[in-house]
């Protein structure tokens, strides 16, 4: 049985349901998520390669966004890539948890 992280988190302003992956690279969003939440979507100078947390095997990752992340009565600014991903509205990887661990 394999047990996560989630919780149900304010991203944007709106409640959505994020997943903690300590081993994704990348903080992203669903296309669904960011379009319910209205965050200002930008194309990436350099699109990337996505082989985890997406529908099927790989992904490219062409857009990007920059929301905040509330938990209790904390914000945090994130970068979001724009991504295909189950389950999840967002997940946050390691770039989320280094930068707010010790916060």
Known sequence: MHQVIAANLR???VDMYVLFDSGSTTNGVSHEAAHIAKLDVFQLKE???LQLGCVGSRSRVNF???SSVSMGN??????????NIEHY???????????????
Do not use: A, W
Not at 89 to 103: A, H, N, Q, W
């Open 11 to 13: 991203v944007g302003g």
């Open 47 to 49: 699109p990337m390669t």
């Open 64 to 66: 990007g966004t920059r």
């Open 74 to 83: 904390r914000n945090f600014p994130c970068f979001l890539d724009i991504v």
């Open 89 to 103: 509205d967002v997940i946050l990887g390691t770039p989320f948890l280094k930068e707010y661990y010790d916060s």
